[in-house]
């Protein structure tokens, strides 16, 4: 069974930073593509960011980019979310989520689409 917890959320000011991680087990972590995703109160949760099996890919919406950078420790069976300069728009239910490989187009990454694993998020709250 794959278990997926998210932490390191909570309550900042806009212009701070947070960071988020993300351990999973039950699967083999290392083999696997991972995203962060995010929803706000209604609205639909958005893939934030990814990043391939080996780490040597990534991809992030335009909103975050330059802000947010993803990472992974496969030692620890870890996905980071290193987020600084923090805007009340990011305000949202963070989660991880396992992904299928993607893929490459010219040269730029395509996040694969999550595999259905869900843990229960990080609130992440950006006052301003």
């Known amino acids: 069974q794959v278990q997926v917890m998210e932490s390191g959320g909570g309550l900042v000011q806009a212009g701070e930073s947070l960071k988020l991680s993300c351990t999973v087990n039950?699967?083999?972590?290392?083999?696997?593509?991972m995203g962060w995703f995010r929803q706000a109160p209604e609205k639909e949760r958005e893939r934030v960011s990814c990043i391939n099996w080996s780490g040597e890919s990534t991809s992030y919406i335009n909103s975050v980019k330059g802000r947010f950078t993803i990472s992974r420790d496969d030692a620890k069976n870890t996905l980071i979310l290193q987020m600084n300069s923090l805007k009340p728009e990011d305000t949202a239910m963070y989660y991880c989520?396992?992904?299928?490989?993607?893929?490459?187009?010219?040269?730029?990454?395509?996040?694969?689409?999550?595999?259905?694993?869900w843990g229960p998020g990080t609130q992440v709250t950006v006052s301003s």
């Open positions: 039950g699967l083999t972590f290392k083999h696997k593509a």
């Open positions: 989520a396992p992904l299928d490989a993607g893929s490459w187009t010219n040269g730029v990454y395509n996040c694969g689409r999550d595999l259905g694993h």
